[in-house]
């Protein structure tokens, strides 16, 4: 008597990335943890040492805006790594080699 099993081909595509989903979250969760506590302790000096002085600062905007942008999640096409790069870069320059001596 063969085993009553449904072979692996046979189950919707959506549960192996399911599965695979659950599997990098299981990997990756205490460093994410640690970095957005990371993240929340130095906000919190910055706000406790008056950090609505630097609620206008353009460092803490790009940051404010990272933030919104990681909540953003699912809905932002999960291109979450690349728009934060393109936050947090400088605009491209034609003149750079000249402007930085290179």
Known sequence: MQ???VSQHAWPRGIHELTSAEKILDE????LRSKLIDIAANLD???RAGGD???NHPRRQQIDQAIR????????GNQRA???QQL????????WRRDFGV
């Open 28 to 31: 990756t969760f205490l460093v």
């Open 3 to 5: 085993p009553n099993h």
């Open 88 to 95: 947090f870069s400088r605009p491209y320059e034609e003149t």
């Open 69 to 76: 942008m990681l909540a953003e999640g699912v809905d932002s």
């Open 53 to 55: 002085a630097t609620a």
């Open 45 to 47: 000096r910055i706000d």
């Open 82 to 84: 690349k728009r934060l």
